[in-house]
């Protein structure tokens, strides 16, 4: 095997040459952009059948036929009804979740029906054809794949892809059950604001030293806006040497805050005008009219972003009419002033979950295709207090690059240049107890107890231990999600259920009467939250240690240690979205929180 030494641009990487591609998919709500390495091939962005650099994230249904990126595009307009778009966010919801209700305003056209036996949601197209949002971003990785594999010219099966920051561990399971339906390898899930911050160190790495450099992205797309504050410092490893390090300090988010917002107001306000042109037409009664003045408002949007006006045109539009208006960024900004006003919203958030001052901030800069609205910049250079906003960045392909470039690294086949990446949990978890305790005057009453596994912020990946001392017989405990009161009220209602999961153990009494001579050292939890911030439990044990006599002519005393692995804990799923895999062993841990 010959090992061959590439170049592309600061990024050196070698690799064993017949080995295989590795892919990355950065999954935005609109459109995912796929890049891959592959043995002699430096990182590069796959083009699609198009031969374009991003492909729309939607799939258009028909009974024999799938139609996927920029064909299911066209079909949104001809016939809404078979089009689904925008799903992710519907990935682990209950149905009666805010973002479920806010699907349904956006897009009428849609039956969503509950799932009985999950209580989620299953897009109904007809008695036969229903899919639930896993099953249809299951069929969009697997397109990503053929993308890959058509482009990289062989298989490819490894991937990392991107998820929102704030995905919680029913929204990452979601996605990971959907990339095990396509069949794909997921070496990781990676936050997009971390991918991001990875390709623009990555970039830099030579402007990386002792110092520390602490810089805000702004990330603003079309379904989310997210702002992230970064460290990026050199840092001592143990085995090799100096290395450059970032670490994610600080993140603030609004789920719903982005361009496909904007052009839900902008179209409802052509609706209005066509309306007042046209009063004995209803334009909202024609799902085709409407998807026609949704594109022609994105298409508002973006001109508008550069011209003080614009003339909205559709030929056609209602029974052979035609539809112009003129509009005015002025009266796009007026429909959006509310909008707007969130903008700070996360640079607050984020501040705050990074204990940080703005003078600590390096510099500041956009990411996403909705900071281009020179409105949400301007409120931005406002609130960062800053004297420009950095445009330096590849804002739309920097999160696909930068998951490459950590698929590279994951990926045994290649070596890349090391890059520490130190990413937090956002969202605190804690385990909760109660225990029957005794009072003085011998009455007895319940206590509850709680112990923090993750606090806000808290580094991963990190595996984490508790152990509950005051236990003899069989009990049960929760994981659930610390303290969000962080969350903005919507984005609160939108994370769904705190309690993760609860874990009945049993067991521990046997352990007890099997080892009555020994001195019990608790029952140990073992938890992990791994590289893609999914926490699991590994196993649960009850620890044992005893006094022993060591060979009688050191006249040694030292203590033994026995540990009883349970036998059997069961969870008890409260906020379940997938199903369980069957248990294959006495130690199967149920991945259902
Ligand atoms: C996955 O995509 C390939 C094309 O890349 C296609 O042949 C195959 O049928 C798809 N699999 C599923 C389950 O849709
Ligand atoms: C570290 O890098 C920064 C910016 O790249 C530079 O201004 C500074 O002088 C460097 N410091 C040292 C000690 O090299």
Not at 133 to 143: C, D, K, R, S
Not at 238 to 257: H, N, Y
């Amino acid at each position: 095997m010959a090992n061959k030494i590439q170049r592309s641009s600061h990024i050196y990487s070698f690799c064993i040459a017949d080995a295989l591609a590795v892919m990355s998919v950065d999954l935005g709500s609109e459109s995912m952009k796929i890049a891959i390495v592959k043995p002699g091939v430096p990182m590069e962005i796959v083009l699609n059948k198009e031969s374009q650099r991003k492909t729309p994230v939607t799939v258009a249904l028909k009974e024999n036929e799938r139609l996927f990126g920029d064909s299911a595009m066209g079909m949104s307009i001809k016939n809404p009804k078979i089009a689904l778009r925008y799903f992710q966010d519907l990935l682990g919801k209950h149905i009666d979740n805010p973002q479920v209700t806010l699907y349904r305003w956006r897009f009428p056209q849609h039956e969503l029906v509950k799932d009985e036996r999950r209580q989620t949601v299953i897009f109904k197209l007809s008695h036969e054809m229903q899919y639930s949002p896993e099953e249809i971003l299951a069929m969009v990785l697997n397109y990503s794949r053929g993308l890959a594999e058509e482009f990289a010219e062989q298989p490819v099966k490894d991937a990392v892809i991107t998820v929102p920051v704030y995905f919680n561990q029913a929204e990452r399971r979601a996605v990971l059950h959907a990339a095990q339906m396509a069949d794909l390898k997921v070496l990781q899930l990676i936050n997009d604001n971390t991918a991001v911050a990875l390709n623009y160190g990555v970039f830099r790495r030579k402007d990386i030293n002792a110092t520390v450099q602490n810089i805000m992205f702004y990330d603003m797309g079309a379904g989310n806006t997210v702002c992230t504050i970064v460290t990026y410092q050199t840092v001592k490893t143990k085995d090799s040497g100096t290395q450059p390090q970032l670490q994610i300090r600080g993140v603030g988010f609004d789920r719903t805050l982005g361009g496909l917002e904007m052009e839900y107001r902008l179209r409802d306000y052509l609706v209005k005008l066509f309306n007042k042109q046209q009063p004995s037409k209803d334009v909202r009664q024609n799902l085709r009219a409407m998807a026609k003045l949704l594109k022609e408002a994105n298409r508002l949007k973006t001109i508008l972003s550069a011209n003080a006006d614009h003339v909205a045109q559709i030929e056609g539009l209602l029974d052979d009419v035609d539809f112009k208006a003129k509009v005015s960024r002025q009266e796009f900004e007026d429909l959006c002033s509310d909008l707007f006003q969130r903008v700070p919203g996360p640079v607050l958030q984020a501040l705050s979950s990074a204990e940080m001052n703005l003078d600590e901030i390096d510099q500041v800069i956009l990411v996403g295709g909705a900071t281009r609205v020179p409105k949400v910049q301007e409120v931005l250079l406002k609130a960062v207090d800053k004297d420009e906003l950095g445009k330096n960045i590849n804002a739309d392909e920097a999160a696909a690059m930068g998951a490459v470039y950590q698929a590279a690294a994951l990926s045994k086949a290649f070596k890349v240049k090391p890059f520490i990446v130190r990413d937090a949990a956002i969202f605190p978890i804690q385990v909760e107890f109660t225990r029957e305790v005794e009072e003085e005057d011998k009455s007895k009453s319940l206590k509850h107890n709680k112990r923090i596994l993750f606090q806000r912020m808290a580094p991963y990946p990190q595996r984490k231990v508790i152990t509950f001392n005051r236990y003899t017989d069989d009990f049960e405990f929760c994981v659930n999600y610390g303290d969000l009161a962080f969350l903005s009220q919507d984005d609160l209602q939108a994370f769904g259920s705190l309690n993760l999961t609860t874990v009945k153990l049993r067991g521990v009494g046997d352990s007890f009467r099997k080892h009555l001579d020994y001195e019990s050292k608790g029952i140990k939890a073992h938890f992990n939250m791994d590289e893609s911030g999914v926490l699991s439990l590994d196993r649960v044990e009850s620890v044992f240690e005893t006094v022993v006599e060591d060979k009688p002519e050191e006249e040694s005393t030292l203590t033994s240690k026995y540990t009883v692995l349970l036998p059997k804990y069961i969870w008890v799923a409260r906020n379940s979205v997938l199903t369980p895999p069957p248990p294959t062993g006495p130690f199967t841990v149920l991945f259902i929180f």
